[in-house]
């Protein structure tokens, strides 16, 4: 039994069985939806699939940080059990919920002064913050104490490399992400948005490109530039989407291209927090590669 928690936010997309697989505690994000508010407990209670047929019959979807309060509630219960804490935040380029965090672990060293808690921030966001955490998971289980894990986590959170893109930017227009006029002139001229996320853990625009065929083939080409080892890659992948279908493309082409995957490529949707933002149509692709310099 470890003598440390390791423990994250629910936008890291994976699923509650994987969690509680790898030993790994989270917290939900809040979704509000048309003004009533569901946990974003990866899918428990409310699932991503559901809330993207919600938001394409006009539901009005929005989400907010975890509080320090509810930060507090959650890491006392391990604290009582005489458990140190390692927890692991959305990207602070995202979300403000790594400061949250922080006050929390401040506030509670008075009430259980001989525990730890240490606050990271992963840089990361959806199921490449959970190739994160996975892989810190092996760290742990393979003998780190929590102030090594935390050391690893630091050194190694830049190598998680992250490529999105968007066939549909209703979502956000919507949200003030793209103007009104860019965001229907590129839906007049199919253009497809290739993002990734930067070493500061902001999600950045990097490449226009026209038709969902040349996108899909686009993020794979960014694994190739970028994976440990090309094409001869053996490392994990991570692939979440709101489109299967999509997701489906994604994941052949790269059997096809990555001798070493085919059949070892791990698929989650993307969470109800992170999809109330992009909507649907948008898949993500994770892997362990280049650090990430800009």
Not at 169 to 180: P, Q
Not at 189 to 213: A, Y
Not at 259 to 286: E, M, N, W, Y
Request: charged share 30%.
């Amino acid at each position: 039994m470890s003598e440390y928690v390791l423990s994250c936010c629910a936008a890291c997309d994976l699923n509650p069985e994987w969690m509680e697989r790898r030993s790994i505690e989270y917290i939900p994000f809040k979704l509000t939806l048309d003004g009533e508010e569901y946990p974003d407990d990866m899918g428990k209670t409310f699932s991503p699939r559901e809330l993207l047929k919600k938001m394409e019959e006009g539901a009005d979807a929005k989400t907010s940080q975890i509080s320090t309060g509810d930060y507090m509630d959650y890491f006392r219960e391990f604290l009582k059990q005489g458990k140190d804490i390692v927890h692991v935040s959305l990207s602070t380029g995202i979300s403000g919920t790594f400061q949250s965090a922080c006050l929390a672990a401040e506030e509670l060293k008075k009430e259980f002064p001989d525990r730890k808690i240490y606050v990271v921030d992963s840089l990361a966001a959806s199921s490449g913050y959970g190739l994160l955490m996975d892989y810190a998971a092996d760290m742990r289980d393979s003998g780190l104490s929590a102030e090594e894990l935390v050391k690893w986590i630091e050194e190694n959170k830049l190598n998680m490399v992250h490529w999105f893109f968007s066939t549909d930017l209703t979502y956000y227009i919507k949200g003030g992400r793209v103007s009104k006029t860019a965001g229907t002139i590129g839906q007049v001229l199919n253009i497809c948005p290739l993002l990734n996320v930067d070493n500061e853990g902001r999600l950045i625009p990097r490449e226009k490109i026209r038709t969902k065929k040349k996108v899909v083939k686009r993020i794979v080409e960014k694994m190739i530039e970028n994976a440990d080892s090309g094409i001869n890659y053996t490392g994990k992948v991570f692939l979440s989407d709101t489109d299967q279908e999509l997701g489906d493309q994604v994941e052949s082409l790269i059997s096809e291209i990555f001798p070493q995957l085919k059949g070892r490529i791990s698929r989650f949707d993307i969470g109800c927090t992170i999809a109330s933002h992009t909507g649907p149509g948008t898949v993500a692709l994770f892997f362990k590669g280049k650090k990430r310099v800009d």
